[in-house]
């Protein structure tokens, strides 16, 4: 089974970027769709965005489209998401997780997350 290392988060003023990276151990992210959350504390988690391994299709949500962006690197297995211009309102814990199949937006279809990291956005 895959396993998720996620790093790149941190502190960042309105207006500037950020990019996560989301390295899988175990195994390659062949046939899995890999996906993005994120949650702030007392509330849900929420999708951010989705990539499909083989084939690269996306999908985002509403609140980022045209401002986030996520990949894929292939030889190092890695799925980035990289965030431009943030608002105050993208703070939160962002997760990678996998599935195996097609993305899905809805987080109890992924069966591996990752440990979280933290993004602050200063106004």
């Known amino acids: 089974q895959v396993q998720l290392v996620e790093s790149g988060g941190g502190l960042v003023q309105a207006g500037g970027s950020l990019r996560l990276s989301c390295a899988a151990s175990?195994?390659?992210?062949?046939?899995?769709?890999i996906g993005w959350f994120r949650q702030t504390p007392g509330k849900e988690r929420d999708f951010v965005a989705a990539i499909v391994w083989y084939g690269g299709n996306t999908n985002y949500a509403d609140s980022v489209q045209g401002r986030f962006t996520i990949s894929r690197d292939i030889v190092n297995n890695i799925v980035y998401l990289q965030m431009n211009s943030l608002n105050p309102e993208d703070t939160a814990v962002y997760y990678c997780a996998a599935r195996p199949g097609g993305l899905s937006i809805l987080s109890y279809q992924y069966t591996t997350w990752g440990q979280g990291t933290q993004v602050t956005v200063s106004s």
């Open positions: 175990g195994r390659t992210f062949g046939g899995y769709g």
